[in-house]
């Protein structure tokens, strides 16, 4: 029996050291990538329900690793969280769009706006914003062609969040409340920000959906009533974007227009989307 448990003992240590291994080769990767800035962007429409054609996107960062392929940010993002580098990443992802939009006519495209989104751990640099100024400034960017998607985890610290928001507020920067329906929301505390956008998390979209409760119809009241505009994450077929719409979203986000995609793929999708 002694025998047995060693050897089984022996298979779990392997286990851990090889997740351990496979958690410091990324760990190598992401910290080459950032140094590099050899982050990719991808970019998921946002379909607006009033003018029926893709009106915005989201930025979303991937990482390309030649043995490992595309790597997807729920391996990487909590990693680069977990060593302080979601700062650098933060802004490579940032200078990225700032070229796009530099090198695009986002309004010959029918673009408004690009969101990108800002880690809760971003905003212990008392610099964000500062730098975000300064990276748009270097490539003629103007701010309010970008929207800051920020999740409610940053509200944790309320000195620092006030400071940031204030900060963003200063130059007019667009926020999106971001993951609405993740955790344990405050609305009352919520609104009290300057928040023009709320994003209803996939989560409380498709609870909804699939009839388990009737949250998100009554945030979608509230949200209303507060003016802010809406933006429902996660839909994946026609009957969602029918009733999504008739619920008062302002804009559809989801796999039934279309996953993130390379810039070049985005820029012929709105093509073919907005241009018929
Ligand atoms: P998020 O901010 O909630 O972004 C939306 C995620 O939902 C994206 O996953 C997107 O691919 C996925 N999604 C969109 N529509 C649908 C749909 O219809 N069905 C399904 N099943 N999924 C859908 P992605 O790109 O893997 O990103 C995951 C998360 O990683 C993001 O969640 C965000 O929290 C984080 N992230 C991504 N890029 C960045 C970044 O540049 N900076 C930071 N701090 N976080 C990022
Ligand atoms: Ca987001
Ligand atoms: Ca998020
Ligand atoms: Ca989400």
């Avoid at 946002?46 to 979303?60: D, N």
């Avoid at 730098?131 to 000195?159: C, H, P, W």
């Amino acid at each position: 029996k002694c025998e047995l448990d060693r050897q089984q003992l022996f298979v779990i240590d392997g286990e851990i050291i090889n997740e351990m291994k496979q958690t410091n080769q990324l760990k190598r990767i992401l910290t080459k990538k950032i140094k590099e800035k050899d982050l990719l962007v991808y970019y998921q429409p946002l379909f607006s329900t009033k003018s029926k054609r893709i009106t915005g996107a989201e930025a979303l960062v991937r990482m390309y690793d030649e043995k490992l392929g595309i790597i997807l940010p729920y391996k990487f993002i909590p990693l680069a969280e977990s060593t302080g580098e979601i700062l650098d990443l933060g802004l490579v992802v940032f200078e990225k769009v700032c070229q796009y939009i530099q090198e695009h006519d986002l309004k010959e495209m029918g673009i408004n706006f690009i969101t990108v989104n800002v880690s809760p751990l971003q905003f212990e640099d008392t610099q964000l914003v500062h730098k975000f100024r300064q990276i748009a400034r270097d490539y003629g960017v103007d701010l309010s062609m970008i929207e800051f998607e920020i999740t409610e985890s940053a509200m944790l610290n309320t000195a620092l969040f006030d400071y940031q928001m204030k900060e963003f507020k200063k130059y007019n920067a667009h926020l999106v409340l971001d993951d609405f329906g993740m955790g344990s929301s405050n609305m009352q505390r919520l609104i009290t920000y300057p928040f023009s956008t709320a994003k209803l998390d996939m989560s409380l979209v498709w609870s909804y959906f699939k009839g388990e409760n009737h949250i998100m119809k009554h945030v979608i009241e509230i949200f209303k009533e507060q003016n802010l505009a809406i933006v429902a994450e996660g839909v994946e077929d026609q009957s969602m974007v029918k009733d999504l719409s008739e619920f008062g979203c302002e804009y559809l986000q989801g796999f039934y227009f279309s996953k993130p995609i390379p810039a070049e793929d985005f820029d012929r999708l709105v093509n073919q989307y907005n241009h018929n």
